[in-house]
């Protein structure tokens, strides 16, 4: 057999093992999408938009969780100065860019808080059916050491008492809503039946990666309950994911799942039965300028 070409389909390149030719701070960014842009271009490989689009909303940089040691003071001197001073026009929109973008993520406690406001928003007879877990709940019960605490604390929550689980979830900085239909009702109801709603406006990412760690979630938390429910019919609980609008850009998954939650709450049927699924949950659901009127407002309430 003779010797593949170096990036082509059939043999990847592999972004993972730095290269000598590498620049040094690139290896920050290892496998998010600008060193993958980064990587094809020092190789003289066409990238289009649209890849570098879909490299940016399946690679998210994670540069920015990690600490990093604070930049040199000392002058450097190079030819090309207009880069250092900012005037370079390509330069200084592209940090205009990144500070925009920044501002647009929601960490875990700026995502709290803004639920905590919307929450206090819907009226009580809204709320009677529903109820809401926090949103790392779900990731520290997948690390062993917290997983006993987290049930304990759903326990508090009297989850099989409601119509509606809300549950916000963040992994690999990505947001998506699950929502646990009809928990504590038969499983032979017909116009009740226990479902699974996964939401997610990044398709693109396959939210059913997560439907092993799901399932055990909904296992231990009716174990936890000691309910009578069987493992066998547990296991056959659906778990339903809708067509919803997707999101533009690798930033706005949170305003997503706020605005899931929004509408949700606001338009959910008395009876979630599966017959009448996916009931509004489709691609025209909502607008973008919906979302940035909902955002707009969510912002504003807190000021």
């Known amino acids: 057999m003779g010797k593949r070409k170096r990036g082509d389909a059939n043999n990847p390149i592999d972004i993972v093992s730095s290269t000598p030719e590498d620049p040094g701070h690139l290896s920050k960014h290892r496998t998010c999408w600008l060193h993958t842009v980064a990587f094809l271009h020092a190789r003289k490989m066409k990238v289009s938009k649209q890849k570098i689009r879909n490299f940016e909303l399946t690679a998210p940089c994670f540069l920015g969780t990690f600490s990093c040691r604070r930049r040199s003071k000392r002058r450097v001197k190079c030819k090309n100065t207009s880069l250092i001073k900012g005037k370079n026009s390509s330069s200084v929109k592209c940090k205009d860019m990144i500070t925009k973008r920044k501002k647009n993520k929601l960490d875990s406690g700026k995502f709290e ?21 926090d949103s790392l709940w779900f990731d520290l019960y997948r690390k062993p050491s917290s997983k006993a605490k987290v049930l304990t604390w759903i326990k508090r929550k009297h989850i099989f008492s409601k119509k509606y689980v809300l549950v916000p979830i963040v992994c690999w900085r990505h947001w998506n809503l699950l929502i646990l239909c009809n928990f504590g009702r ?60 997707q999101q533009r850009n690798g930033e706005e998954c949170g305003n997503f799942v706020l605005y899931f939650i929004n509408l949700f709450v606001e338009g959910a049927p008395e009876n979630f039965n599966l017959e009448d699924y996916p009931y509004f949950m ?19 309430s807190e000021n």
């Open 113 to 133: 808080h803004l639920l905590d406001n919307l929450w206090r928003s819907f009226s009580e007879d809204k709320k009677a059916g529903f109820t809401y877990l």
């Open 282 to 300: 489709e691609k025209n659901w909502f607008t973008a300028e919906d979302l940035d009127c909902f955002c707009e407002r969510l912002n504003s």
């Open 186 to 245: 038969s499983f032979e109801s017909k116009t009740r039946t226990p479902c699974m709603l996964l939401l997610d406006s990044l398709e693109m990412s396959n939210p059913w990666r997560f439907e092993p760690d799901i399932r055990k979630f909904v296992m231990d938390i009716y174990k936890a309950e000691d309910r009578p429910e069987t493992k066998e019919l547990i296991s056959r609980i659906p778990l339903l994911v809708p067509k919803v609008p």
